[in-house]
């Protein structure tokens, strides 16, 4: 069961962002005490498990940071923790890891999250990849920069044009506003001090990345900087962000004995694997395994929460399954709010379940994301608040 979960604002990446000088761990921290406060009724003792993602695990992101997250967060020292990776599906793994744990009945109660500070630690830093990827030719160049990925998608899918790209991004930001405007947004927001040595304290309330005042002509005229003349910008990609996100996970008799309020159950979920130079499609075969390990049909889904990587991605998977766009993304996605690699899976399930919670009319949500080096995730959940047949 999907019990709560929250994230800090996601800051733009580099020295003038909101986190340029705030520690990765204690993005974490702040979200993990957020979950605990929020749920007084969750003893401390009774955390089975902290499972915390980051991509580059280095710095003030490594040191196992699930435990040592835990630890800095106040934890008892019995409660474990642990590190995991899986690029920009981490926080996504963290949670169907521990969802494993729980079905398997290792524990009852865990934690589940990710992070990432992309500004102190650029995607690939520290990164030595074996020659013989190229030499032998397993993969194509273009596959370890995600930009020419996105490129390689357009060249696959003629017929989503730079403009379709575009229109789809603008919708993006006009959703993720309505949604600020409207306050759906801010409950799952842990407000989070900031330091910098110019400025001294502050504190971070809203996203950093929304641009609200986009516009068409505005998105026509950005450069293509990953191939003269292309179709990927930086107006219809997601940022270059940092942010953390965390989410109780418990066992549905765990909640019940515990109090827990508990807002949908995973149903099943499925990784799938794709040629990593059109990586942005994998988000099809792993939502097709999904749907079939649960006996579902596209058909049944309301609600998808995909991640924005480009849009380009989303729109071959909308093409592929034929799905409403009404459907998707209804608050907005990473193309507006950012794209902290290993956290936004969270932030899609933290979205759904609100979702869920304003839409008793449906019954099955979907979240899903493709992932470097050729993947794709996808978790489909039951809305348990609502009376949908």
């Given at each position: 069961?999907?019990?709560?979960?929250?994230?800090?604002?996601?800051?733009?990446?580099?020295?003038?962002?909101?986190?340029?000088?705030?520690?990765?761990?204690?993005?974490?921290?702040?979200?993990?005490?957020?979950?605990?406060?929020?749920?007084?009724?969750?003893?401390?003792?009774?955390?089975?498990?902290?499972?915390?993602?980051?991509?580059?695990?280095?710095?003030?992101?490594?040191?196992?940071?699930?435990?040592?997250?835990?630890?800095?967060?106040?934890?008892?020292?019995?409660?474990?923790g642990y590190?995991?990776?899986?690029?920009?599906?981490?926080?996504?793994?963290?949670?169907?890891?521990?969802?494993?744990?729980i079905?398997?009945?290792?524990?009852?109660?865990a934690?589940?999250?990710?992070?990432?500070?992309?500004?102190?630690?650029?995607?690939?830093?520290?990164?030595?990849?074996?020659p013989?990827?190229?030499?032998?030719?397993?993969?194509?160049?273009s596959?370890l920069?995600?930009?020419?990925?996105?490129?390689?998608?357009?060249?696959?899918?003629?017929?989503?044009?730079?403009?379709?790209?575009?229109?789809?991004?603008?919708?993006?930001?006009?959703?993720?506003?309505?949604?600020?405007?409207?306050?759906?947004?801010?409950?799952?927001?842990?407000?989070?001090?900031?330091?910098t040595?110019?400025?001294?304290?502050?504190?971070?309330?809203?996203?950093?990345?929304?641009?609200?005042?986009?516009?068409?002509?505005?998105?026509?005229?950005?450069?293509?900087p990953?191939?003269?003349?292309?179709?990927?910008?930086?107006?219809?990609?997601?940022?270059?962000?940092d942010g953390?996100?965390?989410?109780?996970?418990?066992?549905?008799?765990?909640?019940?004995?515990?109090?827990?309020?508990?807002?949908?159950r995973?149903?099943?979920?499925?990784?799938?694997?794709?040629?990593?130079?059109?990586?942005?499609?994998?988000?099809?075969?792993s939502?097709e395994?999904?749907?079939?390990?649960?006996?579902?049909?596209?058909?049944?889904?309301?609600?998808?929460?995909?991640?924005?990587?480009?849009?380009?991605?989303?729109?071959?998977?909308?093409?592929?399954?034929?799905?409403?766009?009404?459907?998707?993304?209804?608050?907005?996605?990473?193309?507006?709010?950012?794209?902290?690699?290993?956290?936004?899976?969270?932030?899609?399930?933290?979205?759904?379940?609100?979702?869920f919670?304003?839409?008793?009319?449906?019954?099955?949500?979907?979240?899903?994301?493709c992932?470097?080096?050729?993947?794709g995730?996808?978790?489909?959940?039951?809305?348990?608040?609502?009376?949908?047949?």
């Amino acid at each position: 069961m999907f019990v709560d979960g929250v994230r800090t604002p996601f800051g733009r990446s580099g020295p003038k962002g909101l986190y340029a000088e705030t520690r990765a761990d204690d993005m974490v921290v702040r979200v993990i005490r957020e979950l605990m406060r929020r749920n007084p009724d969750l003893p401390p003792e009774r955390v089975d498990e902290v499972a915390i993602a980051a991509t580059t695990q280095i710095g003030d992101q490594g040191l196992t940071i699930g435990r040592s997250a835990a630890v800095l967060a106040g934890l008892p020292k019995s409660v474990p923790g642990y590190a995991i990776d899986r690029m920009c599906a981490g926080a996504m793994t963290a949670v169907t890891t521990v969802a494993g744990g729980i079905a398997f009945g290792a524990y009852d109660v865990a934690i589940a999250g990710g992070v990432e500070h992309m500004g102190r630690h650029p995607m690939g830093e520290g990164l030595d990849p074996n020659p013989r990827f190229l030499s032998e030719k397993l993969v194509d160049p273009s596959a370890l920069v995600m930009g020419m990925t996105a490129e390689n998608l357009h060249d696959r899918y003629p017929e989503i044009t730079k403009e379709r790209a575009d229109a789809y991004a603008l919708r993006s930001q006009e959703k993720a506003a309505k949604a600020y405007a409207d306050g759906r947004i801010q409950p799952d927001l842990v407000p989070t001090a900031i330091r910098t040595a110019e400025k001294g304290w502050g504190l971070a309330v809203s996203d950093e990345a929304p641009r609200p005042d986009t516009t068409m002509a505005g998105l026509a005229g950005l450069k293509t900087p990953f191939r003269p003349h292309g179709h990927v910008t930086a107006g219809n990609s997601s940022g270059i962000n940092d942010g953390a996100t965390g989410c109780i996970v418990a066992a549905s008799e765990a909640a019940e004995e515990l109090g827990l309020n508990a807002r949908m159950r995973l149903v099943s979920y499925a990784f799938a694997g794709v040629d990593p130079e059109v990586m942005g499609v994998g988000p099809i075969p792993s939502t097709e395994r999904a749907l079939r390990l649960a006996g579902l049909d596209v058909s049944d889904i309301g609600l998808f929460e995909i991640n924005e990587a480009f849009a380009v991605q989303v729109l071959a998977f909308l093409d592929h399954f034929g799905i409403d766009e009404e459907k998707v993304n209804p608050w907005g996605g990473a193309i507006a709010f950012g794209h902290p690699l290993a956290s936004s899976g969270v932030r899609l399930m933290t979205q759904l379940a609100r979702q869920f919670g304003e839409r008793p009319d449906v019954r099955y949500g979907i979240t899903t994301m493709c992932v470097g080096m050729g993947m794709g995730g996808t978790v489909i959940w039951e809305n348990i608040g609502g009376n949908a047949a």
